[in-house]
């Protein structure tokens, strides 16, 4: 007969891929233990695997929590009556907006999506890729005589974007949510208008 599920299992499981993400982050996931996690958890160790086999199943639940929330907030963004600069702006302030909080979980995927399966891998920057396609679509109908004959051009403009948004909790991470909108909006507008709009 199955284990039945605890009604705080949702909850318990969401502190799990918090805690772990901090410890990853800060230790570096190949240094990181999944007892240091029960520990952090305030669980057994034995207990830490009724919900998950290994580190790397914990990892993978970490990276795709966070970027299919990421993915669904951001693309879902309703821009109805906006035109393609407004869209961009609201899409970089949703953007920055949705790393608050999430500095270990945001950090942590240059080193651990690499380390997972390629099934897992493949589903994982699928998110990303989706994000990356719709900002892309936004950048590319503001200046679509830049961009139409010229893609390398619109994926350096977009990736160099998220560039200034992904490494923001580096120098700032203790930015609140008036300071990431003051932010989002100074990069919005390096990217319409270059340094001269500022």
Known sequence: ???????????????????????????????????????????????????????DALLFDILDTYLSALRTRITSLDLDGLNPPEQLGRVIVETLQSY???????KIQTEG??????????????????????????????????FA????KLRATVMSIFGMLNWFYM???NAGHEARDEYAKLVTKLTLTGVHGL
Request: hydrophobic share 35%; with cysteine.
């Open 1 to 55: 007969m199955s284990r039945p599920i605890a009604k705080d299992h949702d909850a318990k499981r969401i502190h799990i891929l918090h805690v772990a993400a901090r410890l990853f982050a800060d230790q570096g996931y190949a240094r990181a233990s999944m007892s240091q996690v029960a520990k952090e958890c305030g669980i057994s160790k034995a207990n830490i695997y009724h919900y998950y086999s290994s580190k």
């Open 100 to 106: 608050e909080g999430m500095d270990h979980e945001h």
């Open 171 to 173: 120098w700032n991470s």
């Open 113 to 146: 999506i690499p380390l997972l399966p390629e099934d897992q891998q493949t589903i994982l920057k699928s998110y990303q890729r989706e994000m990356v396609v719709h900002m892309s679509d936004i950048v590319g109908r503001i200046a679509p005589e830049v």
């Open 149 to 152: 004959d010229d893609p390398r």
